[in-house]
């Protein structure tokens, strides 16, 4: 893995499939154009159709999961659609925008030398050799294949083969595998994937943070849902390594056996029924989608079957209160559940707001708005998400402005304390999570000198986070010495400590030894609603960070790109990812070596940071 990381620069936009639920509240603005070359696709079960951009107006009908739905106009965070002959509103945080190309044109062929069904075989030299799903290091893990095991050939690109096995397809590192000319057809490709039971009372316990369910047993099947870690589902049968499993619903679906840990459950796998909350009734599977503010529909007003309702996910825990205080030019924002709350938060700008998320809390009677009419704030609005469940507070601030989070000592009450940002504070008061890229067994990328990439990226945080902790930053980090962190867990700890900003630093690496540069990354993808909505703010402070980082080190600007690295995808808030110079390249591995040069680099980076929260 070390050997390959040098390749993670030039491979980027992988597609890891999966949706994180969206984002919303942008204040409704003006309709703007049609959007004649653009479909939204629904991405949940069942979507209300409305007869204007709100969820007061009337539902005019309803959509299923899938559907595409051609966009004529956008209205804010709603899209006017055409379904049938009539145009209908949908909600756009509970939809994908994808662009579509003209009726004519052709589907457009996949880069590298076409050799579907080239009649060669790629056999696998080493043990456990991942498939990934695209030409790259930097792509998700598709797959597992043994050693000895033979693959079609479908296409190459460069160094990447992409190969076809029993119950999956995608690419693997050419140096990695023997390609035979000799046509091989073996059974395992081309019978058919038979499921074969599992022993009764085994579970399936989920090891990472928003694992996608399939509705089969492969990658190239739809996503079925997503699971959170440490959950554990009832299994049903195996195919190869995939695992069917029982969801909390009822309603099946596979998962990547490489993902997860089966252990036995003896007690029995039937769910247990939940309690029925107090009033207003639990969601219906009439309708799973969420729309802000609104409360679950009962089953006698959808006309569902009690025992189907039994089988939907009951949050534990109530909301109580909201209570809004002001004092003082300080805006209190109490909110109480009556269990343990279990919450994460962060700014959006344009327009300034402030997202609370509070997980497997119910809304009970909470208002859809809740009018605050403070100096700082307007108002606050909620919603909810079904499936895990989570319910969501958004404070709309009338001006930017600092949100300071406590959670009581029984961790029933979260506090939010809202003031006016001075800008002479600058960095004063925030949190800040810094990420030194690698560390322990994955070294990195290495300079032709051995200069080790880990330990560049090591000092350089270190140098970052005493200039931030003296400028009266509170700073966490991924790891403070030579130790490995798996990338969901540096994103699952950042996300649990509602950071303001999240800053991963490498240093770069490329076959080419003559390239150099500078460059930063951030990642807001439209088809990513949670990240979407931060665009602006992901790429003003990767702009702020990579301004100084060239004026101060005087190498290559390479500039602001995206890149979907795992740490920008599944971070919560604004991050970036520094890549300050080429490890790979003999120069800049002698400037990576030495202390000014990383001196420089800490100084610069903080500069960016003081900038991004300045406004600049």
Request: glycine share 8%; no cysteine.
């Amino acid at each position: 893995m070390i050997l390959n990381l040098i390749y993670k620069r030039f491979f980027r936009y992988a597609v890891l499939a999966g949706l994180v639920f969206s984002i919303m509240f942008n204040p409704v603005g003006v309709n703007q154009p049609a959007y004649a070359t653009q479909v939204v696709i629904v991405n949940v079960d069942k979507l209300n159709l409305r007869s204007g951009p709100d969820t007061n107006t009337a539902m005019m009908g309803q959509a299923t999961k899938g559907t595409k739905l051609p966009v004529l106009a956008k209205n804010g965070d709603w899209y006017k659609v055409q379904i049938g002959g009539k145009t209908a509103w949908a909600a756009g945080w509970l939809v994908s925008v994808k662009d579509t190309p003209g009726k004519s044109a052709p589907a457009k062929a996949p880069e590298g030398t076409p050799a579907v069904n080239s009649g060669k075989v790629a056999v696998v030299k080493g043990d456990n050799l991942n498939i990934r799903s695209g030409p790259g290091t930097t792509y998700g893990i598709a797959g597992k294949v043994k050693k000895g095991d033979r693959l079609t050939v479908l296409t190459q690109k460069g160094d990447w083969i992409k190969v076809q096995g029993a119950n999956v397809t995608g690419w693997v590192a050419s140096w990695l595998v023997a390609v035979e000319n000799k046509p091989t057809a073996p059974a395992s490709v081309t019978s058919p994937t038979i499921a074969k039971p599992a022993p009764a009372g085994q579970v399936v316990v989920i090891n990472s943070d928003n694992l996608n369910l399939r509705s089969g047993p492969g990658t190239s099947h739809s996503v079925a849902g997503q699971v959170s870690r440490g959950i554990r589902l009832p299994i049903i049968s195996r195919s190869g390594q995939w695992l069917q499993v029982r969801q909390a619903n009822g309603s099946t679906a596979w998962v990547a056996g490489w993902l997860v840990s089966v252990v036995d459950q003896p007690e029995p796998l039937e769910p247990q029924k939940p309690q029925q909350p107090s009033q207003p009734s639990q969601p219906s599977t009439e309708d799973n989608s969420w729309l802000p503010g609104l409360t679950p529909a009962s089953s006698e007003q959808t006309g569902g079957s009690s025992d189907t309702e039994e089988n939907k996910n009951v949050p534990k825990a109530k909301l109580v209160d909201i209570e809004v205080k002001e004092k003082e030019d300080h805006t209190y924002i109490n909110i109480v559940s009556d269990k343990k709350i279990n919450y994460n938060t962060f700014p959006l700008s344009s327009p300034s707001r402030y997202v609370v998320n509070l997980s497997d809390v119910y809304l009970d009677n909470t208002p859809e708005t809740i009018s605050a009419n403070t100096e700082l704030v307007g108002q606050i609005r909620t919603g909810y998400n079904q499936d895990p469940y989570y319910s969501r507070l958004v404070v709309d601030l009338k001006e930017r402005a600092r949100v300071k989070v406590s959670l009581s000592e029984d961790k029933k009450s979260l506090t939010l304390d809202i003031s006016k940002i001075s800008y002479s504070d600058g960095i004063k008061g925030k949190t800040v999570f810094l990420d030194a890229g690698h560390g322990g067994h994955d070294g990195g990328a290495s300079g032709q000198n051995g200069l080790k990439e880990k330990d560049v990226n090591l000092d350089i945080t270190l140098k970052v986070a005493e200039l931030l902790r003296k400028q009266g930053a509170n700073v966490f980090l991924s790891r403070s010495d030579d130790k490995f962190v798996d990338l969901y867990e540096i994103t699952r700890l950042a996300n649990e400590q509602s950071t303001d900003i999240f800053v991963s630093i490498h240093s770069n690496a490329n076959l080419n030894r003559s390239i150099d540069g500078t460059s930063t990354y951030y990642y807001a993808p439209n088809n990513m609603p949670n990240l979407y909505e931060q665009k602006d703010d992901r790429y003003r402070l990767a702009r702020n960070v990579q301004n100084e980082l060239t004026a101060a080190l005087g190498r290559r600007d390479i500039g602001v790109l995206q890149a979907n690295f795992a740490v920008l995808r599944t971070s919560m808030m604004p991050s970036i990812l520094i890549e300050t110079a080429f490890i790979s390249n003999s120069d800049e591995e002698a400037l990576l070596s030495s202390e000014d040069f990383r001196e420089k680099a800490a100084e610069a980076i903080v500069k960016g940071i003081n900038a991004y929260f300045y406004g600049q």
